[in-house]
């Protein structure tokens, strides 16, 4: 890890399923609205749309989430079924797949997956974003029966088997106690010790929930989460780089001051909603770092040293040989430098390997399920 440099990614987040099996009590992403058969399953095709748009932004990475495994509802396995998938995990891998073929690369945030599922999913994404969220088996218990802090660590552990990359990290401020975050920032070190696969942790500061089922005390303050920071600095192995999400906190800059050297995604999704100009905000953070003598750099959903030991599939080393080539003949590579050229190249490599026939079959069957959903 580079300390003189800063990094953060440029994403555009698509929800595929706002269902969630586990309907933690402190989140409010899920919307289990089954019967108006409302954010069920997002069409495979729609990504196609922001794609566009994601590429003019600058964008590389789509993130996809969702909810916990949304197939255990017998409305969503019907709908997959409905669009000839024959699992939830070959419609994730498919539109992966899609993003892939419109110049982006896939990354995807959507709770537990087994071994066996991981072994397809690696081929297609890039990165996994695996919270820990909390350790405390008092929240957990009350809060977040439905969803295990085993399945998360085993999910990590078969990403690593995988090789595949994993952002993980803690949701602090639900009322947690220091002695849990120590532990599940023991957790993550003991991960990465055995399977090296840990590419950043996140440290993001909860937003208080509205929907009346949980309650904090009182709102997280900065100086608590610089205190956190500052633990998990002492926690973690040096090459495991501590995000803290400059979209969520004002003076990002104290943060960098306690060692934060990765500031998160800047979603062009999140950014349009709620009218914000994120690119003059960066332009600022960087005259800020410079000051210092650090710099800002732009990154990939995959950390620059995990494309340098080829942690990725042979699908994705359509794109990722020639840019782990120019890592290798400098260390300093910017990723504004290969702006322009970078998306077509991701196109054409996919386009190379898919034969046209093929790829204008698959937007056909996807036109179909457009039609079919209407
Ligand atoms: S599993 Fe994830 S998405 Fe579902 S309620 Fe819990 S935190 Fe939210």
């Given at each position: 890890m580079d ?90 891998y ?26 397809i999913i ?26 295990t ?31 849990s ?19 950043n ?6 937003e ?35 995000t ?63 494309i ?67």
């Amino acid at each position: 890890m580079d300390k003189s440099i800063v990094t953060y990614s440029r994403s555009a987040t698509i929800d595929l399923s706002r269902i969630c099996s586990a309907l933690c009590a402190y989140c409010d992403y899920p919307v289990n609205n089954l019967d108006q058969n409302q954010f069920e399953l997002t069409i495979p095709y729609s990504t196609i749309k922001l794609c566009a748009q994601a590429k003019k932004a600058g964008v590389k990475e789509v993130i996809f989430q969702a909810g916990e495994r949304p197939d255990n509802f017998a409305a969503v396995r019907a709908r997959l079924d409905l669009w000839g998938f024959s699992s939830y995990i070959e419609y994730v891998y498919t539109v992966c797949e899609l993003v892939f073929l419109e110049g982006l690369l896939p990354s995807i945030n959507i709770g537990y997956i087994s071994k066996d599922e991981m072994q397809i999913i690696r081929r297609m994404s890039s990165a996994l974003y695996m919270m820990i969220d909390c350790a405390d088996e008092r929240i957990l218990q009350e809060y977040s029966p439905r969803k295990t802090l085993q399945s998360r660590v085993d999910t990590i552990a078969y990403a690593g088997a995988g090789k595949v990359p994993v952002t993980t990290g803690l949701l602090v401020g639900l009322g947690e106690s220091e002695r849990s975050r120590r532990e599940a920032l023991e957790i993550i070190k003991a991960l990465h010790a055995e399977y090296g696969n840990i590419q950043n942790v996140i440290l993001r500061p909860y937003e208080p929930s509205n929907n009346g089922r949980f309650t904090v005390k009182d709102k997280l303050k900065k100086t608590e989460l610089l205190r956190v920071v500052e633990l998990a600095r002492r926690i973690l192995p040096h090459d495991v780089p501590i995000t803290v999400p400059g979209v969520a906190e004002e003076n990002i800059l104290s943060f960098i001051n306690a060692g934060v050297r990765d500031i998160g995604a800047y979603d062009i999704v999140e950014e349009k909603r709620r009218g914000l100009d994120y690119s003059k905000d960066l332009k600022q953070l960087e005259k800020d770092l410079k000051k210092k003598g650090l710099g800002l750099q732009r990154r990939l959903p995959i950390f620059s040293k995990y494309i340098v030991e080829n942690w990725y599939s042979r699908k994705l080393a359509q794109v990722l040989d020639r840019y782990k080539a120019l890592l290798k003949n400098s260390a300093d590579v910017d990723l504004e430098d290969i702006d322009d050229s970078f998306a077509e190249e991701i196109a054409a490599a996919a386009a190379r390997r898919r034969p046209a026939a093929r790829r204008a079959r698959a937007k056909r069957s996807a036109a179909k399920i457009f039609k079919k959903k209407r």
